[in-house]
């Protein structure tokens, strides 16, 4: 069964940091794409960032130069690190795998971020 736990969510002042941590088990996620979704209140979900088992990544224009994803093989683990953090940074960040872009199966609980002074 896999399962898919994230971390580091919480509240932040406008241009602090936080590091989001994705965990797996039952699957590899070196092995896999992994992605960042978020969902903002009152907003459509969006993909922040997208880490594929290659390692090519892609970012949402808005956190270009601000959001660094990497991998922790040994952890099985996958980061988002968030510096100059913004108020529309804020929402549920979601860690989402698959072996695709396009089969992208699993989907963690979630986890807050709320960036407000």
């Known amino acids: 069964q896999v399962q898919l736990v994230e971390s580091g969510g919480g509240l932040v002042q406008p241009g602090g940091s936080l590091r989001l941590a994705c965990v797996a088990s039952?699957?590899?996620?070196?092995?896999?794409?992994v992605a960042w979704p978020r969902q903002a209140p009152g907003k459509e979900r969006e993909l922040v960032a997208r880490?594929?088992?290659?390692?090519?990544?892609t970012y949402e224009d808005s956190v270009k130069g601000r959001f660094t994803m990497s991998k922790d093989i040994g952890l099985n683990t996958i980061y988002l690190q968030m510096n100059s953090l913004k108020p529309e940074d804020t929402g549920a960040y979601y860690c989402?795998?698959?072996?695709?872009?396009?089969?992208?199966?699993?989907w963690g609980k979630g986890t807050q971020v709320t960036v407000s002074s």
């Open positions: 880490i594929t088992r290659d390692g090519a990544t």
């Open positions: 039952g699957l590899r996620l070196s092995f896999n794409t």
């Open positions: 989402n795998a698959g072996p695709v872009t396009n089969a992208m199966y699993y």
